[in-house]
């Protein structure tokens, strides 16, 4: 059988010019050569179609049978996976795969018994060098899967991570890697990318006089006027919390 990474996120308008980071560690790990973006090669139907039409749009230009397809999943996608597999699954080997499958896959798997995964620990597989050097656009969304140490009752999204002992971000490698590349904009998709005050000081101290635009997570109560200007001044296009 053929294999094919299908990158269905880019559905999203704000997904269209990034590829996520999971995607290119699994290429690499699996060897898979093959990555298409639904956007990439129906783009004229995707700000006038609903998702379901502008996969069944694909699926018929390319007319796959016999191929193990693997499918990046995340928050923003998974019902349109679903609606892939439901649709595709007799002609072809549908495998999803995403560090999101930590949070959904038990729930998953009881309903539809039938359904393929591929866990990954993407902490140890994350190699931040090789990722970047992949990277042919200008945005790059990246998460370096060092999870949060915190323990919120009232959020399941460090589920993943509880086991982990390493929740320190590098951010000198990152800057490092990204020095010698061409992007220019970066989604740091990290549940945390800043635990504290010292976290924000020391990226951009690291980023120095890199230009890159960034977004990231961090704690509200972190939020102060030294902090704000700290962000502002290391281009920082927006937060979230």
Known sequence: MKTIIIDIDDLNPNNREQMDCEIFILKDKLNIDNVLRVSDTVNEYCNRYKNDEVLDDFFSKYGFVDYDIYVHITYRNVLDAIYLYF???????????????????????????????????????????????????????LNTFNGCPYKCEYCSLNIPYRNYENYDVDYKEINECLSGSNIESVFFSNELFFKNENDVKEFIKTKNKLNYEFS??????????????????????????
Do not use: T
């Open 87 to 141: 649709n595709y699954k007799s002609d072809n080997n549908i495998v999803f795969f995403g560090n999101y499958l930590n949070y959904i896959y038990p729930n998953l798997i009881n309903k539809f018994d039938d359904l393929n995964f591929v866990i990954i620990n993407f902490q140890e597989e994350f190699d931040c060098k090789k990722i970047i050097s992949q990277v042919n656009s200008k945005e790059l969304s």
């Open 216 to 241: 990231c997570s961090l704690r509200a109560e972190l939020l102060n006027k030294e902090i704000i200007n700290l962000l502002r001044k290391g281009n920082c296009k927006s937060i979230f919390l």
